[in-house]
């Protein structure tokens, strides 16, 4: 879910032990950690954290992709010259689950789906 906010100076009052962490105002729900916080020209701002308090702390994207070539070894598209999405592991894959095929029940009717009751009333003219 967006919502809107600005970017502020950190609060010293956060539990979260990290000074590289800065606040936004605007407010996520503790399932928004780790995801992206945007600016209104799509680029990525920062990752999501969550410590209850109004503001939302964020680790910058500096930050973040420091951490992605320090200890992954990963380099964005951008700096390799790549100004476009690439394939990686080898190309698409699509996501798949098993999903049952859908079917009507109702607890209450226990009847033939198939079968349409007889249904009686006045005939229109």
Same mark, same amino acid.
């Given at each position: 879910?967006?919502?809107?906010?600005?970017?502020?100076?950190? %609060?010293?009052?956060?539990?979260?032990?990290?000074?590289?962490?800065?606040? /936004?105002?605007?407010?996520?729900?503790?399932?928004?950690?780790?995801?992206?916080?945007?600016?209104?020209?799509?680029?990525?701002?920062?990752? %999501?954290?969550?410590?209850?308090?109004?503001?939302?702390?964020?680790?910058?994207? /500096?930050?973040?992709?420091?951490?992605?070539?320090?200890? *992954?070894?990963?380099?964005?598209? /951008?700096?390799?010259?790549? %100004?476009?999405?690439? #394939? *990686?592991?080898?190309?698409?894959?699509?996501?798949?689950?098993?999903?049952?095929?859908?079917?009507?029940?109702?607890?209450?009717? #226990?009847?033939?789906?198939?079968?349409?009751?007889?249904?009686?009333?006045? %005939?229109?003219?």
């Amino acid at each position: 879910m967006a919502s809107r906010g600005e970017v502020k100076r950190r %609060n010293k009052d956060s539990e979260l032990d990290c000074r590289a962490l800065k606040l /936004s105002t605007c407010k996520i729900k503790k399932v928004g950690i780790g995801g992206p916080l945007i600016n209104f020209g799509g680029n990525l701002v920062g990752m %999501n954290f969550y410590d209850g308090h109004e503001e939302t702390p964020f680790l910058p994207r /500096s930050k973040v992709v420091d951490v992605l070539k320090k200890k *992954i070894g990963l380099a964005l598209s /951008s700096e390799r010259g790549l %100004n476009q999405p690439e #394939e *990686i592991q080898g190309g698409w894959k699509e996501n798949r689950w098993p999903v049952p095929t859908p079917y009507w029940y109702h607890g209450v009717l #226990e009847v033939d789906r198939w079968i349409l009751p007889d249904v009686h009333g006045r %005939n229109l003219q």
